[in-house]
């Protein structure tokens, strides 16, 4: 078979199963990934420095002759070869050699060696340079180019990555394969993507290295442009894709709707009002909504939820929620059932702890046809279940989105299609699919939600409702536990209710546990008159339950809890918030933790009990927190802080790292990449050959898009 770019790295020579191994963990695995694979830094070997100019520390090449070799004797062995040129000496020193090696460095012979420069006891020295040895003169330098220098991993040396990168770069010039797209205001002059390839892994010697090696050079931006442009075409062609199904309609009954918010106690805030408005649209349209809303924790998603999930039930269709703890999931079933009981509709829950007789009863009001039928289904990701099918599902929401991939939510998604009664030919025209919501009071920063969101509308609750004070929030060591102590009876007293987190993230849970028990434990011993709860990941899901309803209800004063409880919990009479260890979590997580108080109308705090020392970049991150509560100013500096990879994990997403590009560095390219994606795919037909060779060449799992 010929060799192909897009076959496996095996079909080089010298790659067999060990350094495909190696290759593997660097996410290597066809030809093509390894050019993608970029140089950290180079080496200039071209040029011959005068011993004379040498300075400490530099790497270079010298070319002398050599005056004498000395060997030293004794259990290590020590060579030192002195060389010269126009009467400057510079020793090499080595300390493993053959002995074939030794008796080659004879005086009078010229030497040409590379290596890095220090400062020695006789002069500067070299520690193993390479080198070579010549008759006089030696032949002409043949490194006309940079020396690139691969990052990697063990059981690949440089010299395996030189080999490699040479045979690939070999196979691109003969696969043909190399035309290059860019948009109108393209970076560099490189007319194929082999020369943006070469010069990157061979530049010459003038090339400027530096940014090359800061990977802002105009071929680095080239091919981080052409990678984000072939992630944002999958991204649309997925969308493109969803509009193939038919969606059924749905009817809002206002006189329903009105008659919902007023039995809420409260009016929806404006921008509630408009996010609603947003998917009332989406729900009059004949093809299935995908739509995200992003709102800051205690923005009021749920009720918006709600309120869709409302008008799917009254035109006749059930709704699915799924939630990503169990937790999470009964809170929801608790809002639900009280919303909803008064307009009888049924609800009910299924999460993986619950029994069979619970779950055959679900299943069996799922699939009824009449009006008996389960309306809505709230679960974990228990209703992922195959057995679990739905008899009309219309709205699928999903929560705290962040959770789930993609894939999970596409899952969820077939639960609903269903071959429409009217329409006899096959194919996916003939099949209507739900709407889906999904939310996150995970928000990301406007440049990323472009390539991780592509796929879907976004909505965004920027507004909290009326009356809420702002979470006060304070920096403090841990050594002042007494002051907090107190201040935590003091509330108490008052009949409010305390979160203490811990934080501490061990090697494994178990520690984790044992530690927040041991908080729990301290606290009851300082604090006798109060009640003390305790979560964590150790408990089974009743027990868990159980001590959350204990202190919802008020029977605990303090609940101590590992980041188990980090999303969605709800309630209002918590006003105080300790967070031991926080230097140890992400920006958005202490965010979203904090957004556990501040729900109801009394001032809430949030202390933040640090360990000294602080990292430089630990005292940023906790200032940010003191300094904000706007999650989305928040995610902001996250990524500035941290960098996009840990903000978006794949899972968040369903995007995968990139190979090139790198969303802190090439950001400012995001706008130009979605316009011109946008306008191929205005003409994705003509343009189909383009975007199926950008998709192969960049994006591996293909297949995973085409789908979707
Ligand atoms: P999140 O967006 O974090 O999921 P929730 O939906 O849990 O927030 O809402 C937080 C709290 O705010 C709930 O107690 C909810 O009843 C209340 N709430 C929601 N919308 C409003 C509003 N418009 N006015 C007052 N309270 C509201
Ligand atoms: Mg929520």
Redesign the pocket.
């Given at each position: 078979m010929a060799l192909s770019l897009y076959g496996p790295v095996t079909q080089l020579t010298g790659v067999g199963p060990k350094l495909q191994a190696s290759l593997k963990k660097l996410k290597i695995h066809r030809v093509i990934d390894i050019l993608f694979h970029l140089p950290m830094r180079y080496q200039n070997k071209a040029v011959i420095t005068p011993i004379a100019d040498l300075k400490a520390e530099q790497e270079a090449v010298v070319e002398g002759i050599i005056r004498h070799a000395h060997l030293r004797a004794g259990r290590q062995k020590v060579l030192t070869v002195t060389l010269d040129d126009n009467f400057t000496a510079l020793n090499l020193v080595f300390f493993h050699f053959s002995d074939a090696q030794a008796k080659a460095f004879t005086s009078g012979k010229k030497i040409r060696a590379f290596g890095q420069i220090k400062p020695g006891l006789h002069g500067w020295q070299m520690m193993h340079p390479e080198y070579e040895l010549g008759p006089t003169p030696l032949a002409a330098n043949t490194h006309a180019t940079l020396t690139a220098i691969y990052p990697s991993t063990a059981g690949i040396t440089q010299k395996q990555w030189h080999d490699l990168q040479t045979q690939a770069l070999d196979l691109l010039k003969l696969s043909g394969d190399t035309q290059r797209f860019t948009d109108a205001d393209k970076r560099s002059n490189a007319e194929t993507l082999l020369d943006t390839l070469h010069f990157i892994h061979q530049p010459d010697i003038q090339a400027d290295v530096i940014s090359l090696q800061q990977r802002q050079h105009p071929f680095i931006e080239d091919l981080a442009f052409e990678e984000l442009l072939a992630h944002q075409l999958s991204l649309l062609h997925l969308r493109h894709h969803k509009q193939i199904y038919k969606a059924a309609p749905l009817q809002i009954d206002l006189q329903q709707q009105q008659q919902f918010i007023q039995q809420l106690g409260?009016?929806?805030?404006q921008a509630?009002q408009r996010v609603l408005d947003e998917i009332f649209s989406d729900f009059k349209k004949p093809q299935p909504m995908l739509r995200l809303i992003q709102?800051d924790?205690?923005?009021?998603?749920?009720?918006v939820a709600a309120l869709a999930a409302l008008a799917a039930i009254s035109s006749g269709f059930q709704v699915a929620i799924l939630a990503p703890t169990e937790i999470l999931a009964e809170q929801h079933l608790l809002s639900f059932q009280q919303w909803f009981k008064p307009l009888n509709i049924s609800v009910d829950w299924l999460v993986s702890r619950h029994k069979k007789q619970h779950k055959d009863a679900v299943l069996n009001q799922l699939k009824q046809r009449n009006k008996d039928s389960l309306k809505l289904l709230i679960g974990t990701h228990a209703i992922f279940q195959d057995d679990v099918a739905f008899n009309k599902l219309g709205l699928v929401i999903i929560d705290e989105q962040h959770r789930f991939g993609v894939h999970q939510r596409l899952a969820l998604r077939d639960k609903g299609l269903h071959i429409d009664d009217n329409i006899h030919n096959t194919g996916p025209l003939s099949y209507t699919a739900p709407h889906q919501l999904v939310m996150t009071?995970t928000p990301i920063p406007r440049t990323l939600a472009m390539c991780a969101y592509a796929d879907l509308d976004c909505s965004v609750i920027d507004e909290l409702?009326?009356g809420r004070k702002t979470i006060q929030t304070v920096v403090m060591e841990q050594h002042r536990r007494a002051e907090v102590v107190e201040r935590i009876l003091t509330l108490c007293q008052q009949g409010q209710q305390v979160y203490w987190v811990n934080t501490l993230i061990h090697e494994s849970e178990n520690m984790d546990c044992q530690s927040a028990a041991e908080t729990a434990a301290f606290l009851q011993q300082a604090l006798p008159q109060l009640n003390i709860g305790l979560v964590h990941g150790q408990l089974n899901s009743e027990q868990k339950t159980a001590t959350m309803q204990a202190f919802s209800s008020g029977k605990l004063d303090v609940l101590v809890a590992t980041t188990v409880i980090e999303v969605?919990v709800?309630i209002?009479n918590a006003t105080l918030m300790v967070i031991e260890n926080p230097e140890r979590l992400g920006l958005a997580q202490l965010h979203q933790l904090r957004?556990r108080v501040g729900?109801g109308h009394q001032q809430s705090f949030c202390l933040l009990l640090y360990q000294k020392p602080l990292t430089d970049n630990g005292k940023a991150r906790l200032k940010v927190l003191r300094e904000s509560s706007d999650g989305f100013v928040i995610a902001e500096k996250d990524l500035q802080l941290r960098g996009p990879g840990e903000l978006l994990g794949s899972q968040q997403s369903g995007i995968t790292r990139f190979k090139v590009a790198d969303l802190q560095l090439h950001g400012h390219l995001l706008e130009a990449v979605d316009k011109t994606a946008h306008a191929l795919m205005q003409d994705s037909q003509k343009n189909q050959v383009l975007i199926e060779m950008l998709s192969q060449r960049w994006i591996e799992a293909a297949d995973d898009y085409v789908q979707a």
């Amino acid at each position: 078979m010929a060799l192909s770019l897009y076959g496996p790295v095996t079909q080089l020579t010298g790659v067999g199963p060990k350094l495909q191994a190696s290759l593997k963990k660097l996410k290597i695995h066809r030809v093509i990934d390894i050019l993608f694979h970029l140089p950290m830094r180079y080496q200039n070997k071209a040029v011959i420095t005068p011993i004379a100019d040498l300075k400490a520390e530099q790497e270079a090449v010298v070319e002398g002759i050599i005056r004498h070799a000395h060997l030293r004797a004794g259990r290590q062995k020590v060579l030192t070869v002195t060389l010269d040129d126009n009467f400057t000496a510079l020793n090499l020193v080595f300390f493993h050699f053959s002995d074939a090696q030794a008796k080659a460095f004879t005086s009078g012979k010229k030497i040409r060696a590379f290596g890095q420069i220090k400062p020695g006891l006789h002069g500067w020295q070299m520690m193993h340079p390479e080198y070579e040895l010549g008759p006089t003169p030696l032949a002409a330098n043949t490194h006309a180019t940079l020396t690139a220098i691969y990052p990697s991993t063990a059981g690949i040396t440089q010299k395996q990555w030189h080999d490699l990168q040479t045979q690939a770069l070999d196979l691109l010039k003969l696969s043909g394969d190399t035309q290059r797209f860019t948009d109108a205001d393209k970076r560099s002059n490189a007319e194929t993507l082999l020369d943006t390839l070469h010069f990157i892994h061979q530049p010459d010697i003038q090339a400027d290295v530096i940014s090359l090696q800061q990977r802002q050079h105009p071929f680095i931006e080239d091919l981080a442009f052409e990678e984000l442009l072939a992630h944002q075409l999958s991204l649309l062609h997925l969308r493109h894709h969803k509009q193939i199904y038919k969606a059924a309609p749905l009817q809002i009954d206002l006189q329903q709707q009105q008659q919902f918010i007023q039995q809420l106690g409260f009016e929806l805030t404006q921008a509630q009002q408009r996010v609603l408005d947003e998917i009332f649209s989406d729900f009059k349209k004949p093809q299935p909504m995908l739509r995200l809303i992003q709102g800051d924790v205690g923005s009021g998603k749920t009720v918006v939820a709600a309120l869709a999930a409302l008008a799917a039930i009254s035109s006749g269709f059930q709704v699915a929620i799924l939630a990503p703890t169990e937790i999470l999931a009964e809170q929801h079933l608790l809002s639900f059932q009280q919303w909803f009981k008064p307009l009888n509709i049924s609800v009910d829950w299924l999460v993986s702890r619950h029994k069979k007789q619970h779950k055959d009863a679900v299943l069996n009001q799922l699939k009824q046809r009449n009006k008996d039928s389960l309306k809505l289904l709230i679960g974990t990701h228990a209703i992922f279940q195959d057995d679990v099918a739905f008899n009309k599902l219309g709205l699928v929401i999903i929560d705290e989105q962040h959770r789930f991939g993609v894939h999970q939510r596409l899952a969820l998604r077939d639960k609903g299609l269903h071959i429409d009664d009217n329409i006899h030919n096959t194919g996916p025209l003939s099949y209507t699919a739900p709407h889906q919501l999904v939310m996150t009071a995970t928000p990301i920063p406007r440049t990323l939600a472009m390539c991780a969101y592509a796929d879907l509308d976004c909505s965004v609750i920027d507004e909290l409702p009326a009356g809420r004070k702002t979470i006060q929030t304070v920096v403090m060591e841990q050594h002042r536990r007494a002051e907090v102590v107190e201040r935590i009876l003091t509330l108490c007293q008052q009949g409010q209710q305390v979160y203490w987190v811990n934080t501490l993230i061990h090697e494994s849970e178990n520690m984790d546990c044992q530690s927040a028990a041991e908080t729990a434990a301290f606290l009851q011993q300082a604090l006798p008159q109060l009640n003390i709860g305790l979560v964590h990941g150790q408990l089974n899901s009743e027990q868990k339950t159980a001590t959350m309803q204990a202190f919802s209800s008020g029977k605990l004063d303090v609940l101590v809890a590992t980041t188990v409880i980090e999303v969605g919990v709800n309630i209002p009479n918590a006003t105080l918030m300790v967070i031991e260890n926080p230097e140890r979590l992400g920006l958005a997580q202490l965010h979203q933790l904090r957004g556990r108080v501040g729900r109801g109308h009394q001032q809430s705090f949030c202390l933040l009990l640090y360990q000294k020392p602080l990292t430089d970049n630990g005292k940023a991150r906790l200032k940010v927190l003191r300094e904000s509560s706007d999650g989305f100013v928040i995610a902001e500096k996250d990524l500035q802080l941290r960098g996009p990879g840990e903000l978006l994990g794949s899972q968040q997403s369903g995007i995968t790292r990139f190979k090139v590009a790198d969303l802190q560095l090439h950001g400012h390219l995001l706008e130009a990449v979605d316009k011109t994606a946008h306008a191929l795919m205005q003409d994705s037909q003509k343009n189909q050959v383009l975007i199926e060779m950008l998709s192969q060449r960049w994006i591996e799992a293909a297949d995973d898009y085409v789908q979707a």
